[in-house]
């Protein structure tokens, strides 16, 4: 456009004419480049294929967010980036809180206390406004309050101070907190 009105000013300035022709090249080399810029290849289907299944394993086996590489998130993150539109991993990745959420129930009702912190510990990573983890924590801090009180009632004073400080970390408010606390300190005699 500038050339044009340069033109148009006086049509004998110095270099209009290399200037358009300089202008034309670049414009030619620059359509040529796109034509010839190498596209991205299709993803490799035997690629994708064992990436998720490698997920697959993963969820199976409760490894949603650990270990970093060779977990499920990873590996369907992994499939999408490949491959952005891939279905299968993004109903896995979308799958991912609700299996999270199976495998604390069965880690509370088996009693597996830190396993289930840690799957809270997950879901709250991976979908830190999930509506069941307040439900979830006040569950387990009020299991981990009565494994204290089972730990005192034993003498293992440093297992029940564990205890307490994961329910106090899970739901800092919870009424029996105060009274467990006062406990652990009378057990300890002070």
Do not use: W
């Not at 033109?7 to 010839?36: F, M």
């Not at 109903?91 to 299996?99: C, D, F, K, W, Y």
């Not at 970390?169 to 907190?177: A, C, F, G």
């Amino acid at each position: 456009v500038l050339i044009n009105q340069a033109a148009n000013v006086d049509p004998d300035v110095p270099g209009l004419v290399a200037t358009r022709a300089r202008l034309q090249d670049i414009e030619q080399r620059r359509a040529g480049e796109i034509a010839e810029a190498p596209r991205p290849a299709s993803a490799d289907p035997s690629r994708i294929a064992k990436l998720l299944s490698d997920a697959s394993v993963a969820v199976a086996e409760g490894r949603f967010l650990a270990p970093p590489g060779d977990c499920a998130y990873d590996h369907f993150r992994a499939v999408l980036a490949l491959d952005p539109g891939n279905a299968a991993a993004n109903a896995g990745l979308s799958a991912l809180p609700e299996r999270i959420r199976q495998r604390f129930e069965n880690q509370l009702s088996g009693n597996h206390l830190q396993s289930a912190l840690g799957q809270v510990n997950a879901l709250a990573s991976l979908s830190v406004s999930d509506p069941s983890l307040p439900n979830m924590r006040k569950r387990l801090a009020g299991r981990f309050l009565a494994y204290a009180a089972e730990r005192i009632g034993a003498g293992e004073l440093q297992r029940a101070a564990k205890a307490i400080d994961n329910a106090a970390e899970l739901d800092p408010m919870n009424s029996e907190l105060p009274a467990m606390q006062a406990r652990l300190e009378q057990a300890r005699g002070k």
